[in-house]
């Protein structure tokens, strides 16, 4: 080990340069107090020599993993999940029946009243110009918006609690969007 002063053998573990017997003999100094060593230097000695003395003992991971696992083995858990996974198939087939239904309605009823019929002489446009079609659509679709953004504050509550729920569960949100 090349003679160094102390400040530049600091200087020297902070560009990652020093060797284990130098790092050692640092920590000596910085226990010590020695002159010529940073507070700061001090102060990281002092909490990693702290550190050392409050490690948690070598079974306590594996007592956490054990009831993590127990609990997640639990019957009760598995319902919820399948219920949830259930439940959200469930209403992905009604919407596709809805929109099944609407389809089918609208080609029924296109097929019993073509367009040339009696029927469509009853529809007449209620404005007199386009510029007063315009308006009124306008402002039609300007409360259809503000409904919208509207209800996308709770969608981003009910998210967030979805996505709390999985992390919870101890899976990940791409985990069970595969299920």
């Avoid at 858990?77 to 929109?99: E, H, K, M, P, T």
């Avoid at 009853?122 to 007063?132: I, K, L, Q, R, Y």
């Amino acid at each position: 080990m090349e003679p160094y002063s102390v400040s530049e053998l600091e200087e020297k573990y902070w560009a990652g340069l020093t060797d284990s017997n130098e790092e050692a003999q640092l920590r000596d100094f910085a226990r010590n107090r020695s002159a010529g060593l940073s507070e700061d230097f001090i102060a990281f000695v002092n909490a990693s020599d702290n550190f050392k003395e409050h490690t948690t003992s070598s079974g306590f991971e594996d007592e956490f993993w054990a009831k993590v696992s127990n609990q997640n083995s639990g019957r009760k858990n598995g319902i919820v999940l399948q219920f949830a996974s259930v439940l959200r198939y469930a209403a992905a087939a009604i919407i596709l029946i809805g929109v099944g239904i609407a389809v089918f309605t609208f080609i029924s009823y296109e097929e019993q009243n073509p367009p040339n019929s009696e029927l469509s002489a009853e529809f007449v446009d209620s404005f007199s110009t386009p510029e007063e079609a315009y308006k009124e659509t306008k402002k039609a679709l300007l409360m259809m918006s503000s409904k919208l953004n509207e209800a996308e504050a709770p969608l981003k509550e009910i998210k967030r609690f979805h996505e709390s729920k999985v992390a919870i569960a101890g899976g990940s949100i791409q985990q069970e969007q595969n299920n």
